[in-house]
Every structure is written in C-alpha cells, then in structure tokens.
C-alpha cells in the first residue's frame, strides 16, 4: 500500500509564489518518477513537470517560472511555483510510479491540493 501526501496549496496573488510538498509513504522498494499534474475546472488534468534520474521535464507555460525537485531519501518531491498567473489556478495532484516491495509497480496519485491565484 502506497499513498501520496500533499501540502502547501493555498491562496495566492497574481506574480506571488507557492511550493508544493508531497511525500509517499508505505510499501515502497524504489520511485521510478515522480512530478505534479493540474486540473483546472472544466479542464482535462495536465502534466505541469516531473522528475526522474535527476532530468526534469516541464509544460511548456510553467517552464521557467516553476521548479521540480525531488529528495530520495525522505521520498519526496517539491514543485516551488514563482510569478504565479491567474490561470495556474487547479487542483495539483502528486503522481509517483512505484515499485512496491512486493515487486509491483504502480501508478499512484494525490488527493490533490488546490491552488488559487487571485488577480
């Protein structure tokens, strides 16, 4: 059993900063990637970036102003959003692909922490 902890959404002004936390926590042998995704109301869900063996990978409208890091060792990844607009407003899942002890890999998600960003 895996699951992903999330904190550090909240309300925000326009040109403001946040930063994101998310831990996994259970059965875990090894995290293949891990990174944040959004969903903005009436909006599919949409990789924001991820992280894995040290490359970073991000959405071409947060390149620049967000930042991805990961801490193997406390199983951890940060997204620290900067400048942030209006329309980064959603729901930001943590997503982490995992191995389990048992030697399953598995896909596993956040519940998801809202950001809001006020103009």
């Known amino acids: 059993q895996v699951q992903l902890v999330e904190s550090g959404g909240g309300l925000v002004q326009a040109a403001g900063s946040l930063r994101l936390s998310c831990e996994a926590r259970g059965s875990i042998f090894s995290i293949n990637s891990m990174g944040w995704y959004r969903q903005a109301p009436g909006k599919q869900r949409e990789l924001v970036a991820d992280?894995?063996?040290?490359?970073?990978h991000y959405a071409d409208s947060v390149q620049g102003r967000f930042t991805i890091s990961r801490d193997n060792a406390k199983n951890s990844v940060y997204l620290q959003m900067n400048s942030l607009k209006p329309e980064d407003t959603a729901l930001y899942y943590c997503?982490?692909?995992?191995?389990?002890?048992?030697?399953?890999?598995?896909?596993?998600w956040g519940q998801g922490t809202q950001v809001t960003v006020s103009s």
């Open positions: 992280i894995a063996s040290g490359r970073t």
């Open positions: 997503n982490a692909k995992v191995v389990s002890l048992k030697g399953f890999s598995g896909d596993y």
